[in-house]
């Protein structure tokens, strides 16, 4: 028998099936809330008669995604109710069924993006690293498939548990194959979200098959991954809304499905700790956002783009204390939404890895502090990047210096790497400032109110570009003081007659960032300039 009760949530009310008793699993009220609205929401895209999602962007023709459904198929078999069972053997059939089998492709054991796709490296259909193939889908799926096998393995088929452990084999001997800086790869221990589920992928799968080579290359690669974050207890990718969740959810995979005579079940506890102490510093109960920088981010304030951090938040603290809208699916980035099941089978476990007092400060602004740290992500940093972000109840401003070897931090990347980053309330919403990265090294300072930068390998080509958020309440405007909610005063070398463009969904000179409209304010300094150039922000909410 299945019990139904309803539960309030502020605003609307929503049904909660509870397992089904002969299952014995039950989640967390919020976990199950979270597996609940998100599965509901995945029925709709799902084909049953391909046994694949439909591309959950909805802008693909019908076509369908490999990724999601193997989420999904998790989800199924956590809900386990009339032929979820049936179906999620069916969607891992077919995924697997269509994993690359040639090792001599450097694509080896990794899943297809879409089941529609040509054959990748066929003369119509280059091989395009994180295009048409992603590496990291290796970690993505197959640690989901290793859940599935933890979790659910009496639900599922003899055969279907062997072609999933075959299939983790391959996908782990392919993952070897990536060696950070060679054929295009950039997978260095430093990359920590797909390093932590290589190291766990293959510390898991060489014990199941008793594969002793492959357990003791997941340890030697935990090794490097723990000697990193030890340095500093920092994640080498530090303070992503995204890439946080997914480094959170790889090291819980760390604690809870590996033996204690594996490295990474002895750090893994105290390295999600340090991890959660970092959130917890930078995450502002008042504005729902991780203070910056962020190294890596899908847009600017986390109250609009759907980020993985939110759905911890969500199993931790309860939707309403996330950043998320009622409904997720409508937010920037919302394909994400589809990893919840992932995130609410782990959810209990996870919570015994996060002291009661963190949990208990993610819901209320804990006062004004400043937070520093440092971190390292080797080859790309020259040396360690520091951080300090001042975080007070509705204005927080948090910025790193770097030296690195590229453009874009450490996933190259100069529409994800924010490495100085104002926001605020401006009584309506919460907007932003954030210096776009246009230089390989940036020397900050971070204060009550100001923000201090330079450049210290700058030009006189160099310039200062400020993305800057809109505003409700002044759609059009000239200049800073059309800034909602606070007084910018800028000081700088650069000359101080700055162009303003909009960057608009539908036009304007500058173009949209990560489905944020913003205006973009650039400085260029004088002709002739010489030394190094430096700007100083001094803000106050008004
Ligand atoms: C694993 O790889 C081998 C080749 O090494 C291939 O023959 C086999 O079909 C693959 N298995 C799966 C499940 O893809
Ligand atoms: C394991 O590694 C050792 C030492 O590198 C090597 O000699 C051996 O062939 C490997 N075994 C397998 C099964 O790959
Ligand atoms: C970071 O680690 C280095 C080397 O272990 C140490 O000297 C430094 O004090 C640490 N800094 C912080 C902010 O933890
Ligand atoms: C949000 O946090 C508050 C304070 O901890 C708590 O009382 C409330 O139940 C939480 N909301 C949800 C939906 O869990
Ligand atoms: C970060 O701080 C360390 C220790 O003070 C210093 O050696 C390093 O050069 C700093 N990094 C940058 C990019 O300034
Ligand atoms: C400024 O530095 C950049 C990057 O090193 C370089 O490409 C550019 O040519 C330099 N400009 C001048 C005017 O020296
Ligand atoms: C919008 O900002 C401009 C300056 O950029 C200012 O002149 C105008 O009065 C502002 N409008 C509103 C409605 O605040
Ligand atoms: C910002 O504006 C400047 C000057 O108009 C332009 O060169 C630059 O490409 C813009 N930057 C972005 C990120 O849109
Ligand atoms: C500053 O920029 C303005 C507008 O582009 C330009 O007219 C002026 O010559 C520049 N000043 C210097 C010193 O480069």
Request: charged share 20%; proline share 5%.
């Amino acid at each position: 028998m299945k019990s139904i009760f309803a539960l309030s949530v502020v605003g609307y009310t929503i049904s909660v099936s509870a397992a089904p008793a002969h299952h014995g699993f039950h989640l967390p009220a919020n976990a199950q809330i979270l597996l609940d609205e998100s599965m509901k929401w995945m029925d709709t895209f799902y084909d049953s008669s391909e046994s694949y999602l439909y591309d959950l962007s909805a802008t693909a023709a019908l076509r369908h995604e490999t990724r999601s459904s193997v989420w999904y198929a998790l989800g199924l078999l956590a809900r386990h109710e009339n032929d979820d069972v049936q179906q999620a053997e069916s969607i891992i059939g077919n995924v697997i069924g269509a994993q690359f089998k040639i090792p001599s492709e450097q694509w080896y054991g990794d899943y297809q993006k879409y089941p529609e796709e040509p054959y990748v490296g066929s003369p119509v259909y280059e091989p395009d690293i994180y295009n048409s193939w992603d590496p990291n889908w290796r970690g993505f799926i197959g640690t989901t498939l290793i859940i599935a096998i933890e979790e659910y393995e009496h639900l599922l088929s003899e055969s279907t548990r062997e072609l999933v452990l075959e299939s983790l084999y391959n996908a782990t001997k392919g993952d070897e194959y990536r060696v950070g800086g060679v054929d295009d790869d950039n997978l260095y221990p430093a990359y920590s979200n797909p390093s932590i589920m290589r190291a766990f992928m293959s510390g898991w799968t060489g014990r199941r098959l008793n594969e002793a080579n492959m357990t003791v290359s997941g340890e030697k690669y935990a090794q490097d991954i723990i000697d990193l974050f030890d340095r500093n207890n920092t994640l080498s990718e530090f303070n992503s809304g995204t890439y946080t969740g997914v480094s959170l959810y790889g090291l819980t995979l760390w604690c809870k499905y590996l033996p204690q005579d594996s490295v990474m079940a002895q750090h893994g506890p105290e390295m999600v700790k340090h991890t959660w102490e970092a959130v917890s510093q930078l995450w502002n109960p008042s504005l729902k956002n991780m203070a910056g920088p962020w190294d890596r981010a899908y847009g600017y304030d986390m109250n609009r783009y759907l980020s993985l951090m939110a759905l911890w938040f969500w199993v931790l603290v309860g939707k309403d204390n996330s950043s998320l809208i009622s409904q997720p699916q409508v937010m920037s980035h919302s394909a994400d939404y589809a990893y919840a099941p992932c995130f609410a089978v782990l959810a209990a476990f996870h919570r015994t890895l996060v002291p009661d007092e963190i949990v208990n400060g993610l819901t209320k602004f804990s006062g004004e502090h400043t937070f520093t740290a440092s971190t390292y992500y080797p080859p790309i940093d020259n040396s360690p990047r520091n951080i300090t972000t001042w975080v007070s109840e509705e204005l927080t401003i948090g910025a790193e210096s770097f030296d690195e070897n590229g453009l874009g931090g450490p996933s190259q990347s100069q529409e994800s790497f924010n490495p100085a980053v104002v926001q605020w309330w401006t009584g309506s919403e919460v907007s932003f400032i954030s210096l776009y990265p246009t230089e390989e090294a940036l020397q900050v300072g971070v204060s009550a109110n100001k923000l201090e930068l330079e450049y210290p390998s700058g030009n006189s080509s160099s310039i200062f570009t400020l993305i800057v958020g809109t505003f409700k309440q002044n759609r059009t405007i000239a200049d800073w003081s059309g800034l909602v909610g606070l007084d910018v005063g800028v000081s700088t070398n650069a000359n101080e007659s700055y162009v303003l463009s909009f960057g608009g969904a539908n036009g304007g000179t500058s173009e949209t960032i990560r489905d944020f409209e913003v205006w973009n304010f650039t400085y260029a300094m004088p002709q002739g300039f010489q030394g190094v150039p430096k700007m100083t922000l001094d803000v106050r909410l008004c």
